[in-house]
């Protein structure tokens, strides 16, 4: 069926290829993170993460978000703590993962700058986890269970992914589509920023996380990632992740570059690390 010229297929390319190219990220201010975990707990619910079996530990647990609490390592009364939330920093250049894997099962949105994990295509060589800098991917050594109960809260916009696969943060997709499908019941093309927020920014008691489109350059998000106390860590790799942190201390923004998020679980950073 021709279309002003074009094909039905050619106009859809055409609109696809037309459409705004958003880069969503995140600002996450750690001087107000205060570590209680509420991210975390929210992540699951939203996304259908299954609650640990007895024969989990860190190491084979999942969970696509992780608080993790630095010390300075410091006297105790000149001692200082961060809690860093760490979860798939979205790498926008050489993405790892993407480049490593043999089955195609990761894919950035060219229109939303998201990293996304597809599960069926997913064959379990665990490449994408060891190439990941930040160590932010998780494999399913168990098929999920819930309880009974815990049924009743399963997210119905999100599929459990089986045993056998990866699987990592992704902004709350089931989110973006719910708001995408609400744009197209008002005949508008694109969403209203408001009715997309992943389910960890709208928990944080303390305003801590600012999600939004880093292409927008009057979005909030936009203008905190370029602040002087806003990084990135590991920057160093030139992986551009779309996750930016903020903290007007000068040993967390070091911990930032020399340590890696392996090493953040309950650790110490020395303060002389930042002096070389």
Request: proline letters at 6%; glycine letters at 6%.
């Amino acid at each position: 069926m021709a279309h002003h010229g074009r094909t039905t297929s050619e106009s859809i390319i055409m609109e696809t290829m037309n459409e705004k190219k958003h880069k969503y990220g995140m600002v996450i201010d750690l001087d107000k993170c205060n570590g209680c975990g509420a991210c975390t707990v929210a992540c699951a619910v939203e996304n259908n993460v299954p609650p640990a079996v007895e024969k989990m530990n860190s190491r084979n647990g999942i969970t696509w978000l992780r608080v993790s609490n630095v010390n300075q390592n410091e006297s105790f009364t000149e001692n200082d703590t961060v809690f860093v939330p760490m979860f798939c920093q979205q790498c926008e250049k050489e993405t790892p993962c993407l480049t490593v894997c043999p089955q195609n099962a990761v894919d950035i949105d060219p229109n939303t700058g998201i990293v996304g994990q597809i599960p069926q295509r997913c064959l379990g060589c665990r490449y994408c986890m060891t190439a990941c800098p930040y160590h932010a991917r998780y494999f399913n050594y168990w098929d999920p269970q819930w309880s009974d109960g815990m049924k009743q809260q399963l997210n119905p916009d999100v599929s459990p992914r089986m045993r056998g696969v990866v699987e990592k943060c992704n902004f709350c997709h089931g989110r973006l589509h719910a708001a995408k499908e609400k744009a197209a019941s008002m005949g508008n093309r694109e969403i209203d920023p408001k009715e997309y927020v992943p389910a960890c920014v709208e928990s944080c008691p303390n305003s801590a996380i600012t999600f939004g489109d880093l292409n927008d350059q009057t979005s909030v998000v936009a203008q905190l990632s370029k602040q002087g106390n806003a990084f990135r860590f590991l920057s160093r790799l030139g992986t551009e992740p779309k996750v930016y942190y903020h903290s007007t201390r000068e040993w967390v923004r070091a911990m930032a570059e020399q340590k890696g998020p392996h090493s953040l679980r309950d650790s110490q950073f020395s303060a002389e690390a930042i002096h070389g």
